[in-house]
């Protein structure tokens, strides 16, 4: 099967492949269009597909942007209307204006434009079992960060509940921050794992630089490495709307 689709690759034949190496989700918070946008041959070079989190209110410019994105085949998630942790919301106002408040604003607009939502990242990765009830009535899968799973001096790799094999109808996603100066050959060692049992990790990062940035933010070159381990893995590298 490996020969015949690296002749067909080669003769220029195009082959759908069912991904059987696992499969990188990466994920982008917040509102970095500039960056993100400037990195869509990067991603196209990989056949990469992520998912991009938008917080605040999605004005007329915001839209705009939003819709190339999902144009080059990314993904699109809500990422709350104001940046609200959920946990302190709902306890202080309840999850009835959680919702109303924070996340109708940009899903009746999305609606409106058709950019289709499937996910949602928490903001501050701040959860409980009351907010994933709340909000797994309006999506499909959430995103919260890997703290929660993984001790801080345990691999990535061996962090079992940051691996999903089978993604469910509803989905809480374990993501692990691949940003600041984070150890590329762990993400590296916890891609071979998700490859070999063919299971979904999620990492998740802000902004796409030039520079190293002291947190939340991904460089190009770091970026290109994993694209890069990936297609070594043959793994696909999806958006959340494709899982």
């Known amino acids: 099967m490996r020969k015949f689709l690296l002749a067909a690759l080669l003769m220029g034949i195009a082959v759908a492949v069912d991904a059987a190496n696992g499969t990188l989700c990466l994920t982008f918070d917040d509102i970095y269009f500039s960056s ?9 070079k990989y056949n990469a597909r992520a998912t991009f989190f938008i917080s605040r209110r999605i004005t007329e410019d915001v839209l705009e942007q939003m819709k190339k994105l999902q144009d080059a085949g990314h993904s699109i998630g809500l990422h709350s209307e ?37 996910a949602f990242a928490y903001p501050c990765s701040q959860r ?48 692990y921050p691949a940003s600041g100066n984070f150890k ?20 998740y990062a802000h902004d796409i630089t030039q520079q190293m940035q002291p947190k939340n933010h991904i460089t190009i070159d770091q970026l290109t490495i994993l694209l890069e381990h990936a297609r070594k893995l043959g793994m696909a590298i999806r958006g959340m709307n494709e899982l």
């Open 184 to 203: 590329v050959n762990e993400v590296k060692e916890a891609m071979k794992r998700a490859a070999r049992e063919n299971s979904v990790l999620v990492l």
């Open 82 to 118: 104001n940046h609200t942790r959920a946990v302190d919301y709902m306890q202080k106002f309840g999850s009835v204006n959680y919702i109303l408040n924070e996340i109708m604003p940009q899903l009746e607009i999305c609606k409106k434009n058709n950019i289709r939502i499937r």
């Open 128 to 175: 409980d079992k009351r907010t994933d009830q709340e909000l797994f009535k309006t999506f499909d899968f959430l995103r919260t960060n890997s703290s929660e799973v993984k001790k801080w001096e345990t691999p990535l790799a061996k962090a079992d509940g940051c691996f999903v094999k089978n993604v469910q109808a509803k989905q809480l996603f374990y993501g």
């Open 36 to 44: 993100w946008l400037q990195n869509l041959p990067l991603f196209q």
